[in-house]
T-cell receptor, first 114, second 114 residues
Framework: DSGVTQTPKHLITATGQRVTLRCSPRSGDLSVYWYQQSLDQGLQFLIQYYNGEERAKGNILERFSAQQFPDLHSELNLSSLELGDSALYFC?????????????FGEGSRLTVL | QQQVKQSPQSLIVQKGGISIINCAYENTAFDYFPWYQQFPGKGPALLIAIRPDVSEKKEGRFTISFNKSAKQFSLHIMDSQPGDSATYFCAASNSVAGSYQLTFGKGTKLSVIP
């Protein structure tokens, strides 16, 4: 058990809808990362938050947004969903320092868009 | 765009054999190279990592070999076991504006057959 909790584990929705994925980081970790995993693209970095502030942005679509709350949990919002958004979405947390770069991943939220 | 190229895409090895997975990177600013192991239905978990000031790191049956001049690194799994069957991701990171985001390879699915 990595200590990172993601909900829901599975989600099925229709095109055009909006969903919210939730992540609770490991106790003491200030950084939260979101990754998208698909069969053909591997693990794609979406966005990082550190102690409530956005720190880095990757290949995140404008239809997607995220935030990190004062209790350090994070939410990834996906809107106007398309078939191609079907994927595994992973949250990871870390201490995020030179000496502590290990990312601890949750078990993912599998999104299916029909 | 930062890239990490990983090969092969899939690998079948007999029990007791050596599994070798290779990665190449482009960005010379990368200064941390981890390998992650992912079992079905689970998130990736750190297996072993290396920094570019050493050419090899060994932890049990797992060894990373690092060639800074060639910008390549590889994972060797000695005495491969069926329990090693998983997907392996190489990754690389550097500090960009205080973020240690990881760039992942596309993964290698390893199957160890008895």
């Amino acid at each position: 058990d990595s200590g990172v909790t993601q909900t829901p584990k599975h989600l099925i929705t229709a095109t055009g809808q909006r969903v919210t994925l939730r992540c609770s980081p490991r106790s003491g970790d200030l950084s939260v990362y979101w990754y998208q995993q698909s069969l053909d693209q591997g693990l794609q970095f979406l966005i990082q938050y550190y102690n409530g502030e956005e720190r880095a942005k990757g290949n995140i679509l404008e239809r997607f947004s995220a935030q990190q709350f004062p209790d350090l949990h994070s939410e990834l919002n996906l809107s106007s969903l398309e078939l191609g958004d079907s994927a595994l979405y992973f949250c990871a947390s870390s201490v995020d320092s030179v000496g502590g770069r290990e990312l601890f991943f949750g078990e993912g939220s599998r999104l299916t868009v029909l | 765009q930062q890239q990490v190229k990983q090969s092969p895409q899939s690998l079948i090895v007999q029990k007791g054999g050596i599994s070798i997975i290779n990665c190449a990177y482009e960005n010379t600013a990368f200064d941390y190279f981890p390998w992650y192991q992912q079992f079905p239905g689970k998130g990736p978990a750190l297996l072993i990592a290396i920094r570019p000031d050493v050419s090899e790191k060994k932890e049990g049956r797992f060894t990373i070999s690092f060639n800074k001049s060639a910008k390549q690194f590889s994972l060797h799994i000695m005495d491969s076991q069926p329990g090693d069957s998983a997907t392996y991701f190489c990754a690389a990171s550097n500090s960009v504006a205080g973020s240690y985001q990881l760039t992942f390879g596309k993964g290698t699915k390893l199957s160890v057959i008895p």
